[in-house]
């Protein structure tokens, strides 16, 4: 089993770097007054990464919600008058 993961950490660093090597040109990213050129391959890994922070944090928020509404739901029965 430890092949299967190594080739498939191979293969997946296969394509990372392929997919740098296609992608070296500069792209412009302007933001009001602020512009940063880059290559295009930096900054779909930059919005990759920030996109993996925030669904993180939407995902932790959701499972706190969630976690605490359960929790809140057997104390709201149990108050409820009964006939």
Known sequence: ?????????????AALVTFKL???QSVTITF??????LP???LVA???VLGM?????LLALLRGAVR????QAPADADAAPKP
Do not use: C, D, E, H
């Open 1 to 13: 089993m430890r092949y299967v993961y190594l080739a498939i950490v191979v293969l997946a660093l």
């Open 22 to 24: 296609q992608n070296l």
């Open 32 to 37: 009001l007054t602020a512009s940063l050129t």
């Open 40 to 42: 295009a391959s930096v």
């Open 46 to 48: 930059v919005v990759y």
């Open 53 to 57: 922070l925030t669904g993180g944090s």
């Open 68 to 71: 605490k509404a359960s929790q």
